[in-house]
């Protein structure tokens, strides 16, 4: 079982950057894979990224490529997201994930944190 909390939101101007966090409890976090995923207000949620047990190969969505960028730091029980050139339309609830299996579902949420960019 995994516990993951998320933290780091806030309200920027565009072009700003944020950076995610999210903790895990437990002493297999780098036995997981991680992911971010965001839900914008009357949308579905979205994938953004993921990064693997080592950190290794990360991967993102196109709408994020190169402004967005997912590192880990399994020492900590922490992935991150690092947000930069933020637009209004990237305004959403932003939630990490986890999993055991790299080919399944995400099956660990966090709560979720609020990020605002005003234009």
């Known amino acids: 079982q995994v516990q993951l909390v998320e933290s780091g939101g806030g309200l920027v101007q565009a072009g700003g950057s944020l950076r995610l966090s999210c903790t895990a409890s437990?002493?297999?976090?780098?036995?997981?894979?991680m992911g971010w995923f965001r839900r914008a207000p009357g949308k579905e949620r979205e994938f953004l990224a993921g990064?693997?047990?080592?950190?290794?190969?990360?991967y993102y969505t196109d709408s994020v490529k190169g402004r967005f960028a997912i590192s880990r730091d399994n020492a900590k029980n922490t992935v991150y997201l690092q947000m930069n050139s933020l637009k209004p339309e990237d305004t959403a609830i932003y939630y990490c994930?986890?999993?055991?299996?790299?080919?399944?579902?995400?099956?660990?949420w966090g709560q979720g944190t609020q990020v605002t960019v005003s234009s």
């Open positions: 994930a986890a999993k055991r299996d790299y080919y399944s579902d995400y099956n660990y």
């Open positions: 437990g002493r297999t976090f780098s036995m997981y894979s």
């Open positions: 990064i693997i047990w080592s950190g290794a190969m990360p």
